[in-house]
């Protein structure tokens, strides 16, 4: 009571917390691009091997012996174990100071140095150049700007199985669908969207210290980082890139700025076959 006849009532309410989207659902929000994009991006071009630098790689660190005389498939799985097992990853500190990428590869075998994800995408980028296969560094992205954490893997041209596979130097990851087929990055964001079976290779690990599980690195991690993928055009540099993002997003996303990065909606021509 107020001075004796006014009234103040007060009413104590609960209101269940709105509980935040998870990264799957952010993601499938973004499922839509646009087919019918018609900006032109810059063109990919990949390094020749007879490029001098990559001819060194492969004789000096015997990469026709690493991937074997089996299929193309094999061939490819074969240098993704190699290079995941010979050169540890560790995202919290810089790659050493190095003058090429075999310079690079020396150092880190000789002193047992670690490299971050896109050290070790780029080394594997290089190995699979030098032995003919066209190969790309891609780096994928979250939709948060203030989020810094990405994750960068390899995007490798399957000639025998016409697309792009996903192979991840980092976990030594490739996936598959229900019938054991191996998947692009395009399928796998498409199957995490739609709800769709995947498989991860059960070897896939982190420095064989720790086993990586399909609802952790799929469904988790990667469905945050498959928000937007931005490849270097050039297998010889990182000066240019192009940028595909879901219809959704507009503008560029903050953190890629720098790389001036051309833009495209459609993944038909960002994921164009090699020439």
């Not at 928000?227 to 990182?238: K, P, R, T």
């Amino acid at each position: 009571m107020l001075n004796g006849k006014d009234s103040a009532f007060t009413q104590i309410k609960y209101e269940k917390a709105v509980k935040s989207p998870s990264y799957l659902d952010i993601l499938k929000k973004a499922s839509r691009y646009d087919f019918n994009d018609r900006r032109e991006i810059t063109k990919f071009t990949y390094k020749q091997v007879s490029d001098t630098g990559l001819i060194k790689i492969r004789n000096d660190f015997k990469l026709d012996s690493i991937i074997g005389m089996g299929n193309e498939v094999s061939q490819i799985l074969n240098l993704l174990h190699w290079v995941h097992n010979t050169f540890p990853h560790d995202g919290t500190r810089d790659a050493p100071k190095y003058s090429t990428i075999h310079d690079l590869m020396n150092i880190c075998i000789s002193d047992h140095k670690t490299v971050d994800c896109g050290t070790l995408a780029t080394v594997l980028n290089n190995c699979y150049s030098a032995l003919g296969f066209k190969s790309r560094r891609v780096v994928c992205l979250p939709k948060d700007s203030t989020d810094f954490d990405c994750h960068s893997i390899n995007a490798v041209y399957s000639n025998t199985l016409n697309k792009w596979l996903w192979i991840d130097p980092t976990n030594d990851a490739y996936v598959m669908n229900e019938k054991g087929e191996l998947l692009s990055m395009a399928e796998v964001r498409e199957r995490l969207v739609e709800n769709k079976p995947l498989i991860l290779n059960p070897e896939a690990n982190w420095n064989h210290r720790m086993s990586i599980t399909k609802e952790g690195y799929l469904y988790n991690y990667m469905a945050k980082n498959l928000y937007a993928l931005m490849c270097f055009v050039s297998g010889g540099g990182e000066s240019k890139c192009n940028l595909l993002l879901p219809v959704e997003y507009k503008g560029i996303i903050p953190r890629v700025k720098m790389n001036k990065p051309k833009c495209t909606n459609n993944p038909d021509v960002f994921w164009v076959k090699p020439d």
